[in-house]
């Protein structure tokens, strides 16, 4: 039998060393008895010298199970250095032993690894600090605090962090941190009465935990299981609990049998909000800022309901050029302009190519809502169908009638069809002026998310030079029929 | 009018604020007061740092500004018609009980919200002038979570959004035609426009930086909140529209929030018990949707609720029994997942420990931490379900006696 003596009960170093010791030395864990003797500074008694060659020598273990191991040593179990030193055994003949979660060492450790990080993160949540006498003009404090495991010098860092700028010392029995704003130390375990007695805002914080407690959604067995009683001693508002829950039923009786009561005071109510939603009943609206009260509002057909508004169009009211794409995207459903998102780059490059001046014409879209199906947590593009084109071209034809352009062009089948009234091949007639009923001249051409869909390097630049000068070539056209 | 004294006041305005269900502290990214002249850090991880008697964790200092409302909300202890005692903090008020609160090691930081005064952008502003005095006066690091009136200005939110590390707009009630009926002054409409400029505003502070880095906006991103069971709608609906929110603006979470009794209730909307149940089920098929490769669709049918009596992955599997028993030692992750009784990670662990052995019944025990939920659903070397899996009481030894049923 081996018998190696720890420094400390958190003496992870003396047993890393140790075991590799043993290990080179081929002691088996079941000859291997692990204890601490916190006396005494030296690691090894007379019959295990320290052979740090032999130690370092050959065995090479994961920083997987040296991030395990240093967790585990901070356990209150006694078995905690013996386990280790039996997964480090182990881990020769079965070197990813540790991804086996199934075998039973293994999940001890995980399990145990597991509640001494709970402990660190409760001790994160429980310590209670109450203010001290200022030293050297700093604000500090003092905790009390009882940890689970012995994880307070593995925790402290997290509160140097968290208050560096203040000075504060966490008593416990196993040890006490203290910060003094530059430095961290520690001094050996402390007694309860070493630690402040309370703190004025101790009680603004109990007026707190018990006004933000609903009485009618009792559940305590959900709070002991995340706030184990054993913490509830150091914790000043945890003396409220049993009052509260006794109180609880008493309270929520009350208020489900009490009548409603009438308004002990005039009221000033803010106006109601008028989310009226424009039907089909109502006649087609004259102005362009009906249009877009309108097409926020519109019920026509359902793609309102997953979308976020209706996207109206955008432009002088006597624009001599109208622009019309097929729906709004992700982006434009987001912002409520059209055009701003990837398609709306591609069209403004395209624009600024042709000479066309975006703030001189309307631009729009044939569908005003975003029509889109979920895919994971982004939303796909869906090309809109007869029936939602139809359903909306009533905005479109009112902005046409209040806009009265010269020149439409429309990009993509979806806009050509809104504005032809008919599906129309766009690569057959692009490029020509079609004459519509409306004595408006129209011109189809690609959609700007086409262009960014294509995948051949050649087709799309060929595309975009014909969209670029079906732009140009519309724009032209809607200034000729001015000075004609 | 009596004056209020500061306790009298914490006490009104945290009371006011409790039946917002979103306690979140985590999300911030990694920051701490090192360097700084104030207090506070966040590592990304949230903590509660202490549990009320309704299980609810205390993470952030919860409170109105003020519950002065001009809005009459039927399902709100503060509508301009309640006579719920009424109180009004100063800004410095909040600040000093934040910091305060803060260095005791009560809390993670400050959620703040307000009942409606005057009008939305007033409110706002004052609600900033709180996130402001924190994070610039005092240089406060730890969390903020600002709640945005969804029609104050965009300048105003936008301000917010700099300040706070998660903001917040709720959507209130599963069905948005519900709002005209029961907070007849909030604007469906309104409320998505907003929470879609968050969106758009998160996404561009998330730009890669060109030669400054854009200041942080909304870190810990936006939530909602729906109150559950006031209005007529099925958990169906409810889930459909937490998927399109999810998706629309990228939300971090959708809280459900039982309708609660409330002191000095409405007349429309009269005081009941709170579905408690029927909330914990949501979140269940919340968590389904979004880590568990569920669609809404295979959870519940739009006019349909969830079984009560257990839980929507067990229902699902009882619903689909041809899909079972699945084999622990050869079956995708994807299918693992759908298996009750085991999650996220005994499923990876169960993955990593089959490429190097064969999984036993009691090594899927050690995995899963409970083994009776699983046995009719899985094959393992030693086991395999036979009749257990096709018995028709299946779902009664797994649902509890209907007296347990009840919370109170």
């Known amino acids: 039998m081996r018998v190696v003596r720890l420094a400390s009960e958190t003496d992870f170093e003396g047993w890393r060393v140790a075991a590799r010791t043993l290990r080179a030395e081929a002691v088996e864990p079941a000859q291997a008895l692990w204890t601490v003797d916190g006396g005494q500074a030296s690691l090894f008694p007379a019959d295990a010298p320290q052979s740090p060659e032999a130690g370092t020598g050959g065995f090479k273990v994961s920083r997987a199970f040296v991030d395990l191991a240093g967790r585990v040593a901070l356990h209150r179990s006694p078995e905690r250095f013996d386990l280790l030193y039996r997964l480090l055994w182990r881990l020769e003949a079965t070197p990813r032993l540790l991804e086996i979660a199934s075998d039973p060492d293994v999940s001890l450790a995980l399990d145990m690894q597991s509640q001494v990080n709970r402990a660190v993160h409760k001790m994160k949540a429980f310590v209670r600090f109450r203010e001290v006498e200022a030293q050297g003009g700093l604000e500090t404090f003092v905790a009390w605090f009882e940890p689970a495991h012995r994880v307070t010098e593995a925790t402290a860092p997290f509160f140097t962090r968290r208050f560096s700028n203040m000075a504060f010392s966490i008593l416990t029995p196993d040890v006490c941190a203290h910060w003094d704003t530059q430095a961290l130390s520690f001094t050996p375990g402390a007694d309860p009465a070493d630690a402040p007695a309370g703190d004025d805002l101790e009680a603004y914080w109990r007026t707190y935990f018990a006004s933000t407690f609903n009485p009618a959604r009792l559940r305590t067995a959900a709070m002991v299981r995340e706030m184990p009683k054993r913490y509830w001693r150091n914790l000043p508002e945890a003396s409220l609990i049993p009052e509260m829950t006794r109180a609880a039923g008493d309270r929520t009786t009350a208020m489900v049998e009490k009548a409603p009561s009438e308004p002990a005071r005039r009221i000033v109510r803010a106006p109601r909000a008028d989310g009226a939603a424009l039907g089909a009943g109502d006649g087609p609206p004259s102005s362009l800022e009906a249009v877009a009260a309108g097409v926020d509002g519109c019920r026509r057909c359902p793609l309102w309901r997953d979308a976020t508004q209706g996207v109206a169009g955008e432009g002088p009211a006597e624009a001599r050029l109208m622009i019309v794409g097929e729906q709004p995207g992700d982006q434009e459903d987001l912002a409520g302009r059209p055009f701003v998102g990837p398609a709306g780059q591609v069209f403004d490059e395209a624009l600024s190519a042709a000479g066309v001046p975006r703030n001189e014409a309307y631009v729009t879209n044939a569908v005003k809502h975003f029509k889109h199906q979920l895919r994971g947590k982004r939303r796909l593009h869906k090309t809109p169908e007869a029936p939602e084109i139809e359903a909306c071209r009533w905005w479109l034809d009112a902005e046409r009638q209040i806009v009265r352009p010269r020149v439409i062009i429309a990009m993509g089948a979806t806009a050509a069809r809104s504005v032809l009234g008919k599906a129309t091949p766009i690569g057959k007639l692009r490029g020509q002026a079609l004459q519509l009923e409306d004595q408006a001249q129209a011109v189809v051409t690609w959609h700007p998310s086409y262009l960014l869909r294509l995948p051949d390097r050649a087709a799309k630049a060929k595309a975009q030079a014909e969209f670029i000068e079906d732009l140009r070539f519309a724009w032209s056209l809607a200034n000729a029929a001015v000075e004609a | ?408």
């Not at chain 2, 400029?197 to 939530?223: D, F, H, W």
């Not at chain 2, 990228?250 to 579905?275: E, M, T």
């Not at chain 2, 070397?381 to 030894?397: E, F």
């Open chain 2, 1 to 408: 009018m009596a004056v209020l004294d500061l306790k009298q006041k914490l006490s009104i305005l945290a009371d006011a604020a409790k039946y917002d269900a979103s306690c979140a502290s985590s999300g911030a990214g990694k920051r701490d007061s090192k360097g700084g002249k104030g207090v506070g850090s966040t590592e990304g991880m949230g903590i509660c740092h202490a549990y009320t008697p309704d299980g609810r964790c205390v993470s952030l200092l919860k409170i109105l500004l003020t519950n002065y409302c001009i809005y009459d909300c039927a399902y709100c202890v503060n509508r301009v018609s309640s006579n719920t005692p009424r109180a009004r903090f100063a800004v410095q008020e909040v600040v000093d009980l934040t910091l305060g609160f803060y260095k005791r090691n009560y809390i993670e930081g400050l959620f703040l919200s307000s009942g409606i005064i005057r009008n939305s952008d007033y409110t706002m502003e004052a609600m900033v002038a709180v996130a402001k005095a924190l994070r610039a006066d005092h240089d406060f690091r730890g969390y903020i979570h600002l709640k945005l009136i969804p029609e104050a200005s965009p300048e105003l939110t936008n301000q917010a959004a700099l300040y706070a590390d998660r903001v917040s707009i709720n959507v209130e009630l599963p069905r948005e035609e519900s709002l005209a009926a029961f907070a007849p002054e909030k604007d469906a409409g309104v409320i998505r426009k907003a929470m879609g400029a968050v969106r758009l505003g998160i996404e561009a502070g998330k730009e890669p930086a060109r030669k400054t880095r854009p200041p942080k906006y909304a870190p810990a991103g936006q939530s909602t909140q729906m109150i559950i069971g006031a209005d007529g709608a099925r958990d169906g609906e409810i889930l459909a529209r937490s998927n399109t929110l999810y998706g629309n603006y990228g939300l971090r979470r959708v809280y459900y929030s039982a309708f609660s009794p409330i002191p000095d209730v409405a007349k429309s909307l009269p005081a009941q018990r709170p579905p408690l149940m029927r909330e914990h089920r949501l979140y269940q098929a919340d968590w389904l949707m979004r880590f568990y490769g569920f669609e809404t669709h295979e959870i519940v049918g739009p006019g349909e609720d969830l079984d009560l009596a257990i839980d929507p992955k067990l229902a699902w599997a009882l619903r689909n029994r041809a899909d079972f028993p699945v084999d622990v030692n050869t079956a995708s992750r994807e299918t693992l997942l759908r298996v009750p009784g085991l999650g996220t990670r005994s499923v990876d662990r169960m993955i990593a420990a089959r490429r190097l052995t064969r999984l036993n019944l009691a090594d899927v025990k050690r995995l899963a931490r409970s083994i009776e939920k699983l046995k009719p659903f899985v094959i393992t070397s030693d086991w395999s379900p036979g009749a257990l899996a096709d018995r028709a009481d299946l779902r009664d030894r797994f649902a509890p006696p209907p007296q347990q049923l009840s919370l109170f």
